[in-house]
């Protein structure tokens, strides 16, 4: 049973609201005239804000959009201004509508960035100016409940220290309800690679350094940080085959088999690039380039986003190895506190760190005619899933015939 969202949130003082409601003028910005226009002023308050993440940034978020918008939805930017009409607060959220056999039904409201079958975007959250992280939180809570227009809504992947996130529940009220959803794991890299070395679980403490002297030893090798346009270019196709292959050679069809995520992760890696936020790591041995590595840089937070590497060099620790390059370069920038293995729970992240943020989803369901059919439903597969489970367990039990 996961913990209750007063349990998990940060607890805040009200001081911090010292921006009064009659001081914001708040605007629901539902075109994409509206999205490009917002551009600059967009990422000039993220970067000001305690939210500052590269998955919130306006390129990311105008580039999903354009990919991955899903059918019956629109935009649902709500925008938070002072007196002087500067922007202080934004809501980077859209509206969708579910339909079963043709039929409407749900209207949901997520963050940018999720809401598909892909996993794309991660530490999400409204922002603000610090200050107004109340005032903004506060209203647009009362935005979103005086629209009639949603029936569910769903947000996910709110670190357990957001400073808007808590005033936001309790605007909402106790019907909204806020559960651990997903655990990141991080290195930090603001010293040394022996502090690193330290905080790694005993044996890969102990052989990590191993693994790359002997799998090293004789061979010609480079690891290389791409840097121009040709370089990403060259190196993107070999992430995309050694992700791959590695995948397939598990048995399993690898993320670039999703609709449109190759395309998405070219463009945005062009776009990183111009911006200084990408990394995208290759290492060769004999001519030949058998791992890759890409993250996304903000805030001096590497965030390790995919990465693969030939699987006929998996029993030499090859993965290991190239992770310990590529953290080993994030330490000896000055530029970069954090190298972020995101979440998702794989077990070889917990060998490489014990630190870790916890991530929170918040939802709110409305009672009405919209909603009762999906309510129906989740209800039925509640109980579906109980009953499977006491069939297996009373047959489990039976002696055999």
């Known amino acids: 049973m996961h913990p209750t969202a007063e349990a998990s949130l940060t607890s805040l003082p009200n001081t911090e609201f010292s921006a009064g409601r009659e001081e914001i003028s708040v605007s629901v910005l539902t075109s994409e005239i509206d999205f490009d226009a917002l551009r600059e002023e967009w990422d000039e308050l993220l970067s000001a804000s305690k939210q500052c993440v590269y998955f919130l940034r306006w390129s990311w978020n105008r580039l999903w959009w354009q990919t991955y918008a899903p059918p019956h939805s629109k935009l649902l930017l709500i925008t938070c201004r002072d007196r002087q009409h500067r922007l202080v607060g934004l809501a980077p959220l859209y509206w969708r509508q579910q339909k079963t056999a043709g039929i409407p039904h749900i209207r949901e409201i997520y963050f940018l960035g999720t809401g598909t079958e892909i996993k794309t975007s991660e530490y ?35 670190p357990t220290q957001s400073t808007l996130m808590p ?153 290991s190895i190239m992770l310990k390059f590529c953290i080993e370069q994030c330490i000896e920038a000055d530029n970069i506190t954090e190298f972020d293995f995101m979440g998702g729970g794989a077990a070889y992240k917990k060998h490489w760190t014990g630190l870790s943020r916890d991530m929170l989803e918040l939802r709110l369901m409305r009672n009405n005619l919209h909603s009762l059919p999906f309510q129906t439903y989740r209800w039925a597969r509640k109980r579906g899933g109980q009953l499977k489970r006491k069939l297996r367990s009373y047959w489990q039990k039976q002696p055999p015939a």
């Open 124 to 158: 999400l959250d409204f922002f603000a100016r610090p200050g107004y992280e109340q005032a903004v939180a506060q209203l647009i809570a009362t935005t979103l409940t005086e629209d009639h227009t949603w029936d569910y809504l769903y947000l996910w992947g709110v």
């Open 167 to 319: 005033h936001f529940h309790r605007a909402l009220g106790n019907r909204a309800v806020t559960e651990i959803c997903d655990h990141n794991s991080y290195v930090d890299t603001s010293g040394d690679w022996e502090m690193v070395r330290q905080g790694m679980g005993k044996t890969l403490r102990t052989n990590i350094d191993r693994y790359a002297r002997r799998f090293l030893k004789d061979k010609e090798f480079e690891f290389h940080l791409a840097t121009t346009t040709s370089e990403v270019e060259a190196a993107m196709e070999e992430l995309i085959r050694l992700h791959q292959a590695r995948w397939e050679f598990k048995g399993k069809p690898g993320s670039f088999t999703l609709p449109r995520f190759e395309e998405f992760l070219r463009q945005i890696g062009r776009i990183a690039l111009t911006e200084n936020r990408l990394r995208l790591w290759t290492l060769t041995v004999n001519g030949q380039e058998i791992a890759a590595l890409i993250a996304f840089l903000d805030n001096g937070i590497a965030h390790y986003f995919q990465g693969g590497f030939d699987p006929a060099f998996a029993k030499d620790h090859l993965g």
